[in-house]
């Protein structure tokens, strides 16, 4: 079930560097999940997002519905968040 893109939600969001402290959430966006890979040990998950033309410096929300471990208990939180900085060639 792991690999079902439409259990895993995506968005992502970048803010706005001013003078001021703090920033609200900009340009904020789902990304559509469009293929997961799940490790035969169930330790790794690499997901295919499509290449937006200027992500550098985007936060990226992950999460997944209903992650469960070996033995059937609910794991929370199933959130991370990521931010580009560079994509490799």
């Known amino acids: 079930m792991l690999q079902d893109p439409a259990r895993w939600k995506v968005q992502r969001w970048n803010y706005l560097y001013t003078g001021q402290y703090g920033s609200p ?3 904020l966006a789902p990304v559509p999940v ?3 890979d799940v490790s035969s040990d169930r330790t790794e998950v690499v997901l295919t997002l499509p290449v937006e033309a200027h ?3 985007m936060v990226y ?3 997944i519905a209903d992650l469960t471990g070996a033995g059937g208990e609910i794991l929370k939180p199933a959130i991370a968040w990521y931010t580009v900085h560079r994509i490799p060639k």
Do not use: K, M, R
């Open 25 to 27: 959430q900009a340009n």
């Open 34 to 36: 469009t293929q997961v």
């Open 55 to 57: 992500p550098i410096g």
């Open 61 to 63: 929300e992950i999460s």
